[in-house]
């Protein structure tokens, strides 16, 4: 499996962007997908996950504005952001826990740039 993410771009604070993560091959819905975001000189980060049949779970830096949804059909997740602000400046990747044991899955990252 390989994953591509896409959709950051510059936005301004307030704005909404969405992204996606297209999965090359078959991911089974009960694997659990998660986003992360890496700003520069900093540690990567945890924004949230999901699994199909639960409830996404979000970093509450994000909670209330990201949504995270999953098209099974389309092997595809997305993530919603809505009122980004400038602290949201990162590099977004996607991720697959594919055996349980952790994201060993990741895609190459797409730029999310937020000015105040």
């Known amino acids: 499996v390989q994953l591509q993410a896409y959709g950051g771009g510059l936005v301004q604070a307030g704005d909404s962007l969405r992204l996606s993560c297209e999965a090359s091959?078959?991911?089974?819905?009960?694997?659990?997908m998660g986003w992360f975001r890496q700003a520069a000189g900093k540690e990567r980060a945890f924004v949230g996950s999901i699994r199909s049949g639960r409830s996404p779970f979000y970093a509450d830096s994000v909670k209330g504005r990201f949504t995270i949804s999953r098209d099974n059909a389309k092997n595809t997740m997305y993530l919603q952001m809505n009122s980004l602000k400038p602290e949201d400046t990162a590099v977004y990747y996607c991720?697959?826990?594919?055996?349980?044991?952790?994201?060993?899955?990741w895609g190459q990252g797409t730029q999310v740039t937020v000015s105040s």
């Open positions: 091959g078959r991911i089974f819905s009960s694997v659990l």
């Open positions: 991720a697959v826990n594919s055996d349980g044991t952790g994201y060993d899955v």
